[in-house]
Structures are given as structure tokens and as C-alpha cells.
């Protein structure tokens, strides 16, 4: 991954820098209370993309079953629906592995993809069920152009575990 068109004084001056802690205990906790949103909002908060979602994939259709937003916390949002072909989730479909893009307009993988003029940044993980099959996926992603570290994509993975097992669990329909 590369570092992208935010420099490194840039991500300081902004923010600080993701935790190297994984919080994967807390966000288990919260994923077996069916605090989806509550969970997002830590793995947000380790970065500086606006947005962190979980989506389940269907065949060639990708249902948002939560959605952080670092701008409007207080919103619960889930629920939406795309094709897979016009998401970035298409490419960890396809890969069976992370994907991740700091600007999709200088990135040559994305020319002529639906949300490249929308979704500037993404890093994003696969989530897997116990016998190994893509059932959905864990990502960041921005309006704008984000550095992506290595490090949060392992973070990203560290705790896709803990989302698929929300996904196969009896708490994923539990209030928020």
C-alpha cells in the first residue's frame, strides 16, 4: 500500500496516528451485545476515514448491515443495497484478500470503475465463515484521499474473525 497524497506531517497535524493495539476483545464484546455500530466506531477511531462498514455478500448483490460515520455519529445507518461490480468490494470478492486505495484517481486499478469519482479512499478486508467462504467484508473508506497503512489492514483482519461470527451468530438482528 502505498502512502498516498497525505503526508506524513499531514496525518499528524490531523490526528494521531492509528493505535498499533487491536482492540479485537472490545470489538468482540460489543458484536456479542449486536453493538455493530458501537464496534465500527472503535475501528474508526484508529483512523482518519470517515466512514467503517461491514457488508455481507450475496451472489453479486452487497447489503450494508452497519455503517460509522465520524461526521454524524449519533446515525445508525444500515440497510443498503448495490451491486457488488459497483462497490471496491468487488476486488476482495475477486482476490479473496484486502484491497486498499489512498486515491482512486491516480490509481490505474480503478480507471473506469462506478465510484471512483465518489469513494476516493478505501482499505478493506475479507470476512470469512468458518469453512472459509467469503460472506462479506470490513472496510474503511472517504470522500477524500487517505493514507492507507499497512497496519490497519492487519488490524482490519485481525477482527474480521469477530464479524463473522456476528454474521453466523443469533446477534446480528439484536437492537443497536
Do not use: K
Amino acid at each position: 500500500m502505498s502512502a498516498g497524497p497525505e503526508s506524513e506531517e499531514t496525518i499528524a497535524a490531523g490526528s494521531t496516528a492509528p493505535s498499533s493495539r487491536v482492540p479485537t476483545a472490545e470489538c468482540l464484546t460489543l458484536l456479542d451485545r449486536g453493538d455493530v455500530h458501537a464496534a465500527l466506531g472503535v475501528l474508526n477511531a484508529r483512523t482518519r476515514f470517515r466512514f467503517t462498514a461491514v457488508y455481507e455478500v450475496e451472489g453479486a448483490l452487497l447489503r450494508n448491515l452497519g455503517l460509522y460515520d465520524r461526521e454524524n455519529p449519533a446515525l445508525n445507518l444500515a440497510g443498503g443495497a448495490c451491486d457488488l461490480d459497483e462497490s471496491y468490494c468487488t476486488f476482495i470478492a475477486a482476490t479473496g484478500s484486502a484491497f486498499a486505495t489512498a486515491d482512486s484517481h491516480t490509481d490505474l486499478r480503478l480507471h473506469g470503475h462506478p465510484r471512483r469519482e465518489t469513494v476516493l479512499s478505501y482499505a478493506g478486508v475479507p470476512i470469512r465463515s468458518s469453512s472459509g467462504r467469503l460472506v462479506g467484508t470490513l472496510c474503511h473508506y472517504d470522500g477524500r484521499p487517505r493514507f492507507v497503512d499497512a497496519v490497519e489492514l492487519r488490524a482490519l483482519e485481525a477482527v474480521a474473525p469477530s464479524f463473522a461470527a456476528w454474521l453466523g451468530g443469533g446477534n446480528r438482528n439484536a437492537p443497536t
